[in-house]
T-cell receptor, first 114, second 115 residues
Framework: DAKTTQPTSMDCAEGRAANLPCNHS???????VYWYRQIHSQGPQYIIH???NNETNEMASLIITEDRKSSTLILPHATLRDTAVYYC???????????????FGKGTHLIIQP | EAQVTQNPRYLITVTGKKLTVTCSQN?????MSWYRQDPGLGLRQIYY???????DKGDVPEGYKVSRKEKRNFPLILESPSPNQTSLYFC??????????????FGPGTRLTVL
């Protein structure tokens, strides 16, 4: 799986949009971009994923650049409950029946300020 | 409610005393997996199961056993726990193995301390 690079930490004011960047310059054509988050020692929670088109769901939006070498997760109206570590992960469409485990890096610690 | 449950949530034990951490999911998922999370090391996969009676090693399987006799349950067994297995453990499941479009659902975690 391709390696990702994320900032270690970010601050965002409550009610504003939080934009979390991720670089994945070695991503291959059949790798998806996933975002998970982990709120203080709770189980990681799936947020969104995409291949090359921008995606939106009830939690967030995912913007993937045209060359797919980077992406941005957008939380449109951040709340204090969005304070968490956010992980950007790239993964193949089919693992070939292998481990299929997610490789979590260090992620970005997003702190929402009141 | 669709969920992955783990028990116990917290456990303090002593070296060498066998223990089992249970994991159960109610989503009829085929794929289940165990991770451990340690400071500075992130989440690492211990074992996984593609379906009933099908299990395989992840990245850090030493000192652990698993079984998958039923689809919904995937217990993690530590036959002789040691202090280096002190960690936060997560069970996860997903509908189909090997499909990168599938999302994984995680349990709440089990914090294990081995003295």
């Amino acid at each position: 799986d391709a390696k990702t690079t994320q900032p270690t930490s970010m601050d965002c004011a409550e009610g504003r949009a939080a934009n979390l960047p991720c670089n994945h310059s070695t991503i291959s054509g059949n790798e998806y971009v996933y975002w998970y988050r982990q709120i203080h020692s709770q189980g990681p929670q799936y947020i969104i994923h995409g291949l090359k088109n921008n995606e939106t769901n009830e939690m967030a939006s995912l913007i993937i650049t045209e060359d797919r070498k980077s992406s941005t997760l957008i939380l449109p109206h951040a709340t204090l409950r969005d304070t968490a570590v956010y992980y950007c992960i790239v993964r193949y469409r089919y693992s070939g029946g292998g481990a299929d485990g997610l490789t979590f890096g260090k992620g970005t610690h997003l702190i929402i300020q009141p | 409610e669709a969920q992955v449950t783990q028990n116990p949530r917290y456990l303090i034990t002593v070296t060498g005393k066998k223990l089992t951490v249970t994991c159960s999911q109610n989503m009829n998922h085929e794929y289940m997996s165990w991770y451990r999370q340690d400071p500075g090391l992130g989440l690492r996969q211990i074992y996984y199961s593609m379906n009933v009676e099908v299990t395989d090693k992840g990245d850090v399987p030493e000192g652990y056993k698993v079984s998958r006799k039923e689809k919904r349950n995937f217990p993690l067994i530590l036959e002789s726990p040691s202090p280096n297995q002190t960690s936060l453990y997560f069970c996860a499941s997903s509908l189909y193995p090997g499909d990168g479009t599938d999302t994984q659902y995680f349990g709440p975690g089990t914090r294990l301390t081995v003295l």
